[in-house]
């Protein structure tokens, strides 16, 4: 018979594993939106706001969410103090037991910075603390103070903003030498970008004028002769409206990429407020890769960078991966059941889809039958109660998918009639999927779900094929996601392979159990790949498979043809395809 004190001690065995489960699922979303989830490191903190005196301040009842970082065990806990190591479970465990048998805990030790603190010593009471939903805490509290003062208002990450540019500050004395300058970005890391071009800017002076410069001098002459003329262009066209959420200098740090990315892509050196004003006219056509799609022919065009689609993600600050979904609607009879399973799919999360039909010519945009589509569509979402949205388009099918693809989280394929009839009548997959099928996984800038005629959208039971490639990691990092977020089982299969090794199986099982994710199970094939995935899906009754797109390079696939294709062609549940 369990004792009273097994019970307490069990319940809060429960409440640890629970803890772990939202730690996971935070730090996959952190990642998501591009942020760090996990606690500010007071040295750190120090060193770039430049410590000065300590003073005690005696006990004090300090508000939990003040609570933004740890003295030696900040990468134990989440930002919200969260455990991150199943290692912790005893110790928090004892913490909460101490709390249910009215022990109580003593007071914590916090250094206060500015309306900030960092843990000395209680982390894991604080953890138990907020778990329990208390608002305040009891804490011995000595106040330091710093260069750059710390606002009750800063997030966590602008802390480090804030640090960053007060090196850069030291550094070039800027504030100093344009008092009305205001560098401060929230891309952290990117003011080596500056700098970086302060160095060349003096290089290029200096070879003009004959003379070495004084490092003030170039700093001086960057400021009014590179970033203010295109801070000038930057206000004129308005672009600061199209991204609230980001500083002009983090605009001006993502137009020196851009520069960067046109003038390999063009062989001629473009200028940065010439980059502004191209940005400023896609902004307004609502419509981006104009300038690619004119210089390269569809079939030979690469797709985004592996990574690049939750860039548009980190910006919404959503709490789920996939919330709008982009659904081609044929209007062919076999496309209807397809809309129904990913409706299904859309309920879990109340998620929004955005119907689209393409036409070849404006007679059909208006025709009765385009209507009756889009009723169709409309009175299936509000049926289900989901929002649902239609759009017709007058164009080529690949070119407008994957232009509103951008507006959308996931695109999702109806692949239809993916069948053909071998001899004495018997059934056989077609030798290839259509090249716009093909077209569209290699250019969609976004996610695709591949839903084949027939298909169900149970997905219980996933099948991750990994191979270590970087379009393999945002598949990795999608099934961590789903499996946090959804009750399911997980199979990951890696195929050896001249480029593929069984380390990178282990690579997974180790990215997997940073999140908490222990009950996988993995799987080392044999090439050739196609079959070898194909057979562990059979052989684990996988309904669901996530894998990376394309390998090759568009010009190869043409020749050498794609595992992708492969598995698209035999695959009889859905499929997600992360770029």
Not at 209 to 219: I, N
Not at 254 to 280: F, H, P, V
Not at 295 to 315: I, K, M
Request: aromatic share 8%; hydrophobic share 40%.
């Amino acid at each position: 018979m369990l004792t009273p004190d097994h019970l307490r001690h069990e319940a809060a065995i429960n409440d640890f594993k629970r803890a772990r489960k939202k730690a996971a699922f935070q730090q996959v979303m952190a990642r998501l939106r591009g942020e760090s989830a996990d606690l500010l490191a007071y040295e750190d903190v120090c060193r770039h706001l430049k410590a000065a005196d300590a003073v005690t301040q005696g006990v004090q009842e300090i508000p939990l969410d003040a609570i933004v970082g740890s003295v030696g065990r900040y990468k134990d806990f989440t930002r919200d103090f969260l455990p991150k190591h199943d290692s912790d479970v005893e110790r928090w465990a004892r913490v909460r037991t101490a709390v249910m048998d009215m022990t109580g805990m003593p007071p914590i030790d916090v250094y206060k910075v500015g309306e900030v603190y960092f843990v000395i010593d209680g982390n894991h009471r604080i953890s138990v603390a907020r778990e329990l939903g208390a608002k305040t805490i009891t804490a011995y509290v000595t106040e330091v103070k710093m260069r750059v003062p710390l606002l009750p208002d800063d997030d966590p990450d602008e802390i480090i903003c804030k640090a960053r540019y007060a090196e850069f500050l030291e550094q070039t004395n800027l504030n100093e030498l344009r008092p009305q300058a205001d560098l401060y970005m929230t891309f952290c890391g990117h003011y080596r970008v500056l700098l970086t071009q302060i160095d060349v800017h003096k290089q290029q002076c200096e070879t003009a004028v004959g003379h070495p410069l004084p490092y003030a001098e170039a700093v001086s002459r960057w400021y009014d002769e590179v970033y203010l003329p295109v801070m000038r262009v930057v206000r004129a066209q308005g672009i600061l409206h199209y991204f609230p959420e980001r500083t002009e200098t983090d605009i001006y740090v993502l137009l020196s990429e851009q520069r960067e990315q046109l003038e390999e892509a063009l062989g001629w050196e473009i200028d940065l407020g010439k980059t502004a004003s191209a940005l400023a006219a896609q902004k307004r056509r609502r419509g981006w890769g104009r300038l690619w799609q004119a210089l390269t022919p569809p079939e030979l065009a690469d797709g985004p960078e592996p990574g690049q689609w939750r860039q548009f993600q980190s910006t919404r600050q959503l709490d789920r991966l996939f919330a709008d979904y982009l659904v081609a609607i044929s209007g062919r009879e076999e496309n209807w059941p397809m809309l129904a399973q990913v409706i299904r799919l859309a309920q879990r999360d109340s998620d929004r889809l955005l119907g689209l039909h393409v036409v070849a010519d404006q007679a059909k945009a208006s025709s009765k039958r385009v209507q009756a589509i889009e009723d169709r569509f409309r009175q299936m979402c509000a049926e289900a109660g989901i929002v649902g949205e239609f759009a017709v388009e007058v164009g080529e099918a690949v070119e407008t998918i994957t232009r509103r693809a951008v507006w959308a989280d996931l695109v999702v394929l109806g692949l239809e009639n993916r069948t053909g009839k071998g001899p004495q009548g018997a059934v056989r997959p077609s030798t290839r999927l259509g090249n716009r099928t093909m077209q569209m996984i290699q250019r969609c800038p976004r996610p695709i779900l591949a839903m084949p005629t027939g298909a169900e959208c149970v997905l219980d039971r996933v099948l991750l094929a990994y191979d270590g490639s970087p379009k393999a990691d945002e598949a990795l990092f999608v099934a961590t996601y789903l499996k946090l977020r959804w009750p399911s089982e997980l199979v990951v299969v890696t195929v050896e392979t001249e480029l593929t090794t069984p380390t990178e199986l282990e690579r997974a099982r180790a990215y997997l159990a940073d999140y908490g994710i222990t009950d996988a199970t993995f799987v080392l094939k044999q090439k050739p790949i196609a079959p070898a995935v194909l057979d562990t899906a059979v052989t684990h009754q996988s309904n669901f498979l996530i894998m990376g797109g394309f390998g090759f390079r568009p010009v190869k696939h043409l020749v050498l043809g794609s595992t992708v294709d492969d598995i698209l062609r035999h695959f009889p549940h859905p499929m997600l395809i992360c770029r």
